[in-house]
Nanobody
């Protein structure tokens, strides 16, 4: 069973940057399309970025041009580079398969954007 461990969150001022990492156990990670999801307080979890096994990417309109998803299959890791952060990006960020999150959720990593 694939396990997911997210890291890299924190407190950042508006306009700042963070890089999130998600390390997956299991040797079949490289064939999965993966995504980053986020859940803000009182809101549903949403998919914000995804990347196929071949490296094609897709982004939600709310993060397009600011976030970049990438992956390193040799390290079983997917990344999310977040630039020009806004207070509305505050949420717990998770990774999972995309577009259907069929793996067990990890603990997530908290991102707080505040001055």
């Amino acid at each position: 069973q694939v396990q997911l461990v997210e890291s890299g969150g924190g407190l950042v001022q508006p306009g700042g940057s963070l890089r999130l990492s998600c390390k997956a156990s299991g040797s079949i990670f490289s064939i999965y399309a993966m995504g980053w999801y986020r859940q803000a307080p009182g809101k549903q979890r949403e998919l914000v970025a995804s990347i196929t096994s071949g490296g094609s990417t897709n982004y939600a309109d709310s993060v397009k041009g600011r976030f970049t998803i990438s992956r390193d299959n040799a390290k079983n890791t997917v990344y999310l580079q977040m630039n020009s952060l806004k207070p509305e990006d505050t949420a717990v960020y998770y990774c999972n398969r995309a577009p259907t999150a069929s793996l067990a959720w990890g603990q997530g990593t908290q991102v707080t954007v505040s001055s």
